[in-house]
């Protein structure tokens, strides 16, 4: 049952990014066009609400998407996840990794630049 209420509030918030993005492609859309007065104002925000809510009560409904869902929130809960000790010395790591990696190909950026600019314009 815990589960179920995890998929289901992930298939929610799917759909509320899904209005976000649709909402504002329609609004950018009609305001592009000109499309600002009556009719066309109810439209714009009507469209990208009832699509999300039609792709979420479908995927709802649909049992192959809830069982893989289900399956996943099952497989992430025995995932070991790392502590905030090993998380920020991963990351400490990674970050002088990268700064010594940098210094490096700077210099072979530096002496390649020098060498091209000794050889073509001598």
Do not use: C
């Not at 990208?48 to 497989?75: G, H, R």
Request: no cysteine; net charge positive; aromatic share 14%.
């Amino acid at each position: 049952m815990q589960n179920q209420k995890i998929v289901s509030a992930t298939l929610v918030g799917f759909g509320v990014a899904l209005w976000f993005v649709l909402n504002a492609g329609i609004v950018k859309v009609f305001d592009h066009y000109d499309l600002t007065f009556g009719v066309y104002d109810a439209i714009k925000h009507a469209i990208p609400l009832l699509v999300s809510a039609v792709s979420v009560f479908v995927l709802l409904k649909n049992v192959t998407v809830t069982n893989f869902l289900t399956e996943v929130v099952v497989e992430l809960r025995k995932v070991t996840w790392p502590s905030s000790k090993d998380t920020w010395s991963a990351t400490f790591v990674v970050i002088v990794f990268v700064i010594i990696i940098s210094f490096i190909l700077g210099a072979m950026d530096l002496g390649w630049a020098y060498l091209v600019q000794k050889l073509i314009i001598r």
